[in-house]
């Protein structure tokens, strides 16, 4: 069966730079969810998307920002990083607006240096 | 605030049961309680969800107390691919978000 996608896998970006990361949801899924997990910590909220609005928002930072596009993949832009932004970022979906199951992604592992 | 407890680590030898325990006293009647793992920073795998009724799916079984103040996970016969922190997590349909607390690291010897 197909799973979410994530793109890319691993990412080195230096302080004050930009990244993007990239989710592809499960064919079919509507919603959209990005975690963050630090190094020894447990996954963290961030956002989630429904039908390309934003539904839900955790402790994202302001530099963090994210949307979902019209054929329901997400990108998580993050701006000016910091060392502690150093962390695995998960992606999960699901259907109908978040009442069913949320699947993860593989992750992406971004350092910054 | 944690909506959810459970023991830090716990062993289990391969081939046999594995009981991981979590208890949510304050759990409401619209919340369901998931169970989540995570092998060794790979993406968490869903292995089971339930209401009030107990579950059994390929992977595992879900007992909830009557009160649905606790709930058991089930592995029927662990084996060392099944070493993973499980997370125990209660969740509204209403609520988009998964709250992951302190889970249980499980490691299964052979």
């Known amino acids: 069966a197909a799973g979410v996608i994530q793109s890319p896998r691993h990412l080195i970006k230096e302080k004050r730079e930009t990244a993007t990361l990239k989710c592809y949801p499960i064919p079919r899924h509507d919603t959209v969810y990005w975690y963050q997990q630090g190094p020894g910590q447990d996954p963290q909220f961030l956002i989630s998307f429904y039908e390309k609005m934003q539904s839900d928002k955790g402790s994202i930072p302001d530099r963090f920002s994210a949307q979902q596009f019209s054929d329901y993949h997400s990108e998580l832009n993050m701006s000016s990083l910091e060392l502690g932004d150093s962390a695995l970022y998960f992606c999960a979906s699901s259907l109908v607006g978040g009442r069913e199951t949320q699947y993860f992604g593989p992750g992406t592992r971004l350092l910054v240096l | 605030d944690a909506k959810t407890t459970q023991p830090p680590s716990m062993d289990c030898a391969e081939g046999r049961a594995a009981n991981l325990p979590c208890n949510h006293s304050t759990i409401s009647g619209n919340e369901y309680v998931y169970w989540y793992r995570q092998i060794h920073s790979q993406g968490p795998q869903y292995i089971i969800h339930?209401?009030?009724n107990n579950e059994t799916n390929e992977m595992a079984s879900l007992i909830i107390t009557e009160d649905r103040k606790s709930s058991t996970l089930i592995l029927p016969h662990a084996t060392l691919r099944d070493t993973a922190v499980y997370y125990c997590i209660v969740r509204a349909l209403n609520d988009y978000k998964l709250s992951f607390g302190a889970g249980t690291t499980v490691t299964v010897r052979a």
């Open positions: 339930g209401l009030k």
